[in-house]
C-alpha cells in the first residue's frame, strides 16, 4: 500500500450499533487525524495523535474514541451510532516533526450513513 | 475564537482568472494552506503559505498578508478539471489546522 487507506469505503449502520473505522498509513507519519465532513461546513476535527501511544480532543469529540497503539494505525470507534454521526469521515496523517510545519495527507474517505 | 471565511460558491469561464479569498483569524498563526477537493474526493495539498507575498506554482498562486489576516489562491487559464472545491486552512499556535468551509468553483466552457 501507499499512503493512507480506509476501511470500509461506505457503511449503512443502524441507530445503537457499535461501528469502528479504520484507517492504515505506510508513510512512518507521526502525526494522524480524523476529521468529518458536513455539507456546508468545514473538516471537523475529531480526535488527533500527535505520535503513538498519545492521544486528543478536536472539535467535535463526543460519541467517538481512539486508540494509537502503533505509528500506522489510527482507528476511529462509535460505541453507539446517532444519526447525527451520518457524514463522510477523513483520516489524515502529517509528519509534524519539522518545525511545526503540517501539510496533512488525506484518505479516500469512509461514507457512514446512521440511520 | 477561531473563524476562516470563504465564498460558498464562484463561477468562471474556461481559460479565464479566478481569485478565490480567505479570511482568517486563529489562536496564533503558523501558515495558511490551500487544498483542492474535487467531489468525492479527498482533499489534495496544493500551496502552503507563512510570510507574506505571493507563491507561484505553475497555473496557481497564493497569496498572504498578515497583517490583514488574508490570502488569496489565483487560478490563471482555467480549465474544466479544475472544477472541485478550494479549501483554506489556517495553522494555530499548537500547529492544528482550522478549516473554512470551501469554496466550490464552477467552470464553465
Known amino acids: 500500500i501507499a499512503g493512507i487507506t480506509q476501511a470500509p469505503t461506505s457503511q449503512i449502520l443502524a441507530a445503537g450499533r457499535r461501528m469502528t473505522l479504520r484507517c492504515t498509513q505506510d508513510?512512518?507519519?507521526?502525526?494522524m487525524y480524523w476529521y468529518r465532513q458536513d455539507l456546508g461546513l468545514g473538516l471537523r476535527l475529531i480526535h488527533y495523535?500527535?505520535?503513538?501511544?498519545?492521544?486528543g480532543k478536536g472539535e467535535v469529540p463526543d460519541g467517538y474514541s481512539v486508540s494509537r497503539a502503533n505509528t500506522d494505525d489510527f482507528p476511529l470507534t462509535l460505541a453507539s451510532a446517532v444519526p447525527s454521526q451520518t457524514s463522510v469521515y477523513f483520516c489524515?496523517?502529517?509528519?509534524?516533526?519539522?518545525?511545526?510545519?503540517?501539510?496533512?495527507?488525506f484518505g479516500p474517505g469512509t461514507r457512514l450513513t446512521v440511520l | 475564537g477561531q473563524n476562516i471565511d470563504q465564498p460558498t460558491e464562484m463561477t468562471a469561464t474556461e481559460g479565464a482568472i479566478v481569485q478565490i479569498n480567505c479570511t482568517y483569524q486563529?489562536?496564533?498563526?503558523?501558515?495558511l494552506f490551500w487544498y483542492q477537493q474535487h467531489a468525492g474526493e479527498a482533499p489534495t495539498f496544493l500551496s502552503y503559505n507563512v510570510l507574506d507575498g505571493l507563491e507561484e506554482k505553475g497555473r496557481f498562486s497564493s497569496f498572504l498578508s498578515r497583517s490583514k489576516g488574508y490570502s488569496y489562491l489565483l487560478l490563471k487559464e482555467l480549465q474544466m478539471k479544475d472544477s472541485a472545491s478550494y479549501l483554506c486552512a489556517g495553522m494555530d499556535s499548537n500547529y492544528q489546522l482550522i478549516w473554512g468551509a470551501g469554496t466550490k468553483l464552477i467552470i464553465k466552457p
Open positions: 489524515a496523517s502529517s509528519d509534524k516533526g519539522g518545525g511545526g510545519y503540517n501539510e496533512q495527507f
Open positions: 508513510m512512518r507519519h507521526n502525526a
Open positions: 486563529t489562536s496564533g498563526f503558523n501558515g
Open positions: 495523535s500527535n505520535t503513538a501511544g498519545t492521544t
